[in-house]
């Protein structure tokens, strides 16, 4: 095998790992896996499987992890690239008792990370945030490469000896069509989000949104598409819904492929990315590349790293927490003509995954170039 993914927090069929790295690779020739908990049997895309099982807990995963060494190791890949900070010991492991070339895929500053999950007590998560960089950082001096999701996360690698590839979280927009067929709305307008579910990623916020809207007679509703984090409370979340009688205009579809992500996109008319700041002020997340290329105006609270990608006449930025200028802004949204055409040719052009995977070939190409075993 030329190369074997590696993940224990991520779904086996995460959008950037699935979606965009392994099936970039296997289209371009590469004999690529997922070695994940949950994965399907066989094949998807050109891109083998391999099941690691059940792991219902974050304990369960940790204790998982001397098994991911183990068949990582038996699979014999010339590459082997792992995707969260957690297999770290493997990946030194792996460097330690095979002729594989290891890469260390960094999706977030973790650091600031650990500050931001409730589960994790202060006192320890303080600590933490001091230990993970530098543990991190010791770590990847011994990597043959790593790959970063934006600049910003990329800066204080560079210095550490590896190459570093930045290979931004963009939409991988080959395969993807104007949606033929509409996901039928019950109200006149519809807001929509992308992504993981929690107060960070702003939750409540939208749904403060909603209710400032319902209440100006904005006929409108929201669709919440991605899956619950492991920390969020979804009794509170339902009876903040019920105390401001919002069943009726709010949906949460959960986690979708893909295709069907887009098709609810093509439907939306104002997609939202009401974040917390200080969390995302290094982080690009990909939802606001989707939107755009689905044809949709955004509502954003201010990201620091996205700025200078995001167009002023597509994307209106709001104060964090102050739901009536959100709500002024969507009411400005919903009432201008965006020209969907440049949208979508915006992204096809510049911000794309097929630009960005060019740059994880000819990565992977040079790995396997520089150890003739590696071709094997």
């Not at 939306?268 to 969390?279: E, F």
């Amino acid at each position: 095998m030329d190369a074997v993914h590696l993940t224990t927090a991520h779904k086996s069929t995460d959008t950037r790992i699935f979606d965009k790295e392994a099936t970039s690779l296997a289209d371009a020739g590469f004999d690529v896996g997922i070695l994940a908990h949950d994965a399907p049997e066989g094949e998807r895309n050109g891109v083998q499987f391999t099941d690691l099982g059940s792991a219902p807990s974050r304990t369960d995963r940790w204790w998982s992890i001397p098994k991911v060494a183990r068949i990582a190791k038996q699979l014999d890949a010339s590459v082997y690239h792992f995707h969260d900070p957690e297999l770290i010991p493997v990946g030194l492991y792996l460097t330690e008792t095979t002729d594989g070339a290891v890469v260390y895929d960094v999706h977030e500053d973790y650091s600031h990370v650990v500050t931001t999950r409730e589960w994790i007590p202060n006192t320890v998560s303080e600590p933490l945030s001091y230990v993970i960089p530098k543990v991190e950082r010791a770590a990847a001096k011994r990597f043959d490469a790593i790959v970063a999701v934006s600049d910003w996360i990329a800066a204080p690698l560079r210095k550490l000896g590896p190459p570093v590839t930045v290979a931004h979280n963009f939409p991988r927009t080959e395969t993807l069509q104007p949606a033929t067929e509409r996901i039928e709305r019950e109200q006149t307008h519809v807001l929509c989000y992308v992504g993981g579910i929690q107060e960070l990623r702003g939750i409540y916020r939208m749904l403060d949104l909603l209710r400032v809207l319902r209440n100006r007679g904005v006929d409108v509703e929201l669709w919440v598409l991605g899956a619950w984090s492991p920390d969020e409370n979804h009794a509170q979340v339902a009876q903040f819904v019920q105390q401001h009688e919002l069943e009726d205009y709010v949906q949460f579809p959960g986690y979708l492929d893909y295709e069907k992500m887009f098709q609810y996109l093509h439907s939306a008319d104002v997609g939202i990315a009401l974040l917390d700041t200080n969390h995302y002020k290094r982080g690009v997340p990909t939802k606001f590349f989707e939107y755009l290329y689905a044809g949709l105006p955004i509502v954003t609270t201010p990201v620091d790293a996205v700025s200078k990608f995001m167009p002023e006449e597509f994307c209106q930025v709001v104060s964090q927490g102050d739901a009536e200028t959100a709500a002024d802004a969507v009411e400005a949204a919903l009432q201008e003509d965006h020209n969907a055409s440049e949208m979508r040719a915006l992204v096809g052009e510049k911000y794309s995954w097929e630009h960005e995977s060019a740059k994880i070939i000819n990565l992977y190409d040079h790995l396997l170039d520089e150890n003739p075993r590696k071709q094997a």
